[in-house]
């Protein structure tokens, strides 16, 4: 396998970015139809995120294969990470732990993590309990189909 890497993100990768969260975000669309859904998200949004936080591309060799947003959370040493994502041709190879310990091992001042996912997407609450994430009891739904869980890891 190809060595993975994250890159750090400028501005000018936006595009890029938005482009390759369009395609793994979209299946998610449409089984919930979610107003709040990544695929809607515009280039300057991406941009301005890239701006006011950590994003990184995910790197497997010289392809660029998702992306991780870090986040300062709401207390100083405390992150969130929001989007993380692979591109669907390349999920099911153990990525997604792998950029987690390597965005993690990026900030080993840190002292907790949050993030949110859907409640329905059972694979995704098991990926991040498997990596040390519990919810937080907090729940936003969002329609008919699909409600958030927030999730918090304390290092």
């Given at each position: 396998?190809?060595?993975?890497r994250?890159?750090k993100?400028?501005?000018e990768?936006a ?31 991406v ?6 936080s ?10 660029q ?11 100083r ?17 153990c ?18 993590w ?7 997407e059972?694979?995704?609450c ?23 869980v ?6």
């Open positions: 396998m190809a060595v993975l994250l890159k993100a400028v501005p990768d595009a890029y970015i938005t482009a390759m969260q369009y395609v793994a975000f979209t299946p998610l669309y449409e089984k919930y139809h979610d107003a709040i859904s990544p695929v809607f998200e515009t280039v300057e949004n941009a301005e995120k890239i701006a006011d950590d994003y990184y591309i995910v790197c497997c060799g010289e392809e294969v998702g992306a991780v947003r870090v986040a300062e959370g709401s207390e040493d405390y992150y969130r990470i929001s989007p993380i994502f692979i591109l669907p041709d390349h999920q099911n190879k990525l997604g732990t792998k950029v987690m310990e390597m965005t993690f091992a990026e900030y080993p001042n840190a002292l907790g949050s993030l949110a996912t859907i409640k329905e059972k694979r995704n098991h990926f991040y309990e498997k990596l040390g994430f519990v919810p937080t009891g907090e729940e936003k739904r969002v329609n008919e189909n699909m409600t958030l927030f999730y918090e890891k304390t290092v």
